[in-house]
């Protein structure tokens, strides 16, 4: 009885240790599959900046160097692949790769019975993340305070030189004496420049250059991102129109200009913007963007607007001179507190609402104000200590998210907090909602 039952128990199991082997042998080439479908949408492969027929073939060239080189070391346990596949495919902006492969394996115990080998097929898939269209939009404040030198050294110089700190408004009325290459057709920023000042402004241009830069090389499309940069203090002005040329960009950043009747309505250039903006779209394709709006700004917005009057003031004739007008744009918001006629005030967060509506994510960068460390201007005290809190609420209600909205007051941290924003951005417009 046991020598008639011994064989077949034998080769049952013999067949048990064979199949344990396969198993193994095709959780072997399952993972050099899954190994093969990930390289083909590697960061490499995916940041190559040619069409997709292009990457199509580097995905594939890609997916059979790792799979050919890792299948042969199963060849010492008896694994042959006798063929493969490899399919590339492109959806909404997304390679996807299939490996699919036919391998057999010699049998040990299993070949008593005349199998002596055992054939089996499987398929590994993979996609990379999700790419998507975006158009950025940059609404920079170019208005007086973002004139303020950008620390206290620059702030001392410029006190020194022109006889401004704080809200040095476009139209030049002291510095032609104090500083005599600066003539009455240079305006305050001008001057601030010929002798080695830095501004708020210039921190905050610097910082979008940057980004620029930064945009550039995390494209992973042609043409992905696109920008436009506009400037506003009483109301909007284009730097640049949208555009997906860098050169462009970078050129008009650099000769971007503080020259602005030196008021501040956030409300209106947001609004103004709104009307240049179309609505969100799904970013799958060029022609429908995810839009997003970066508010660069001090928060403090003023109820008046410079204007050159040429009859001279400050006991100086003839000059051409700062003025003031009531900016009939304006609309009065708490807190605040004035300064003779001139209001200053938070921006109301509500006016931000709209352009959130239509799918438009709104990021702000709070340059918030360092109080200069020269000049008595009480303006200063009440900024820090009626605006200053409030405005850090009413810039993350404005934000489409607290996360999006940022803080900053040295240049050091303005420049960091710009670059953060912007890779948060980004990292936000790859993903598919």
């Known amino acids: 009885m046991f020598a008639f039952s011994a064989v077949p128990l034998l080769l049952l199991v013999g067949a048990g240790v064979d199949y344990a082997r396969l198993s193994e042998g095709r959780a072997n080439l399952n993972s050099v599959a899954d190994a093969a479908a990930l390289a083909a949408v590697s960061p490499i492969i995916m940041n190559d900046p040619g069409a997709w027929d292009t990457k199509k073939l580097e995905a594939i060239k890609a997916a059979q160097q790792y799979f050919k080189g890792l299948s042969a070391e199963l060849a010492s346990k008896g694994i042959q692949v006798v063929n493969e596949t490899y399919e590339p495919t492109v959806d909404i902006n997304v390679l996807k790769m299939k490996v699919c492969w036919e391998a057999k394996q010699a049998t040990t ?30 609404l920079v404040d170019v208005s007086g305070s973002m004139g303020i030198g950008a620390t206290a050294a620059d702030q001392v110089l410029m006190q020194t030189k022109t006889g401004c700190t704080f809200a040095c408004h476009t139209t030049n009325w002291v510095s032609e004496t104090i500083y005599p290459t600066c003539n009455a057709n240079k305006t305050t920023p001008c001057c601030a420049k010929l002798f080695g000042a830095r501004t708020r402004f210039d921190v905050v241009k610097d910082a979008i250059a940057t980004v620029l830069e930064t945009g550039q090389a995390a494209e992973k499309m042609p043409n992905q991102f696109q920008y436009g940069i506009y400037k506003f203090s009483n109301e909007l002005r284009e730097v640049q129109s949208v555009t997906t040329d860098y050169a462009k960009l970078k050129a008009a950043v650099g000769t971007m200009t503080q020259d602005e009747p030196g008021g501040t309505n956030i409300a209106y250039a947001m609004q103004q913007l709104s009307g240049l903006m179309p609505d969100s779209g799904d970013g799958t394709t060029p022609s429908s963007r995810k839009i997003f709006l970066i508010l660069l700004t001090d928060g403090v917005e003023g109820n008046v607007k410079e204007y050159q009057d040429v009859n001279g003031c400050y006991g100086k004739k003839p000059a051409y001179c700062g003025n003031w007008s009531p900016d009939s744009n304006r609309t009065i918001n708490a807190p605040g507190f004035w300064f003779g006629s001139e209001r200053s005030q938070a921006i109301n967060a509500a006016r931000c609402t709209p352009i959130k509506q239509r799918g438009i ?9 360092l109080v200069p460390v020269v000049g008595s201007d009480s303006r200063f005290t009440n900024i820090r200590n009626i605006l ?12 489409t998210d607290p996360s999006y909205a940022y803080y900053a007051s040295s240049p050091e941290e303005i420049s960091a907090a710009t670059d953060s924003l912007f890779k948060k951005l980004m990292e936000k417009a790859r993903l598919l909602e």
Do not use: D, H
């Open 361 to 369: 994510r709104i990021a702000t960068l709070n340059t918030e104000y």
């Open 388 to 399: 200053v809190p409030v405005i850090r609420q009413t810039m993350e209600k404005c934000a």
């Open 109 to 138: 115990f299993m070949n008593l019975a005349s199998i002596s080998e055992v054939s089996y097929t499987g398929c590994s898939t993979s996609q990379s993340a999700s790419q998507t269209y975006a158009t950025f939009y940059f």
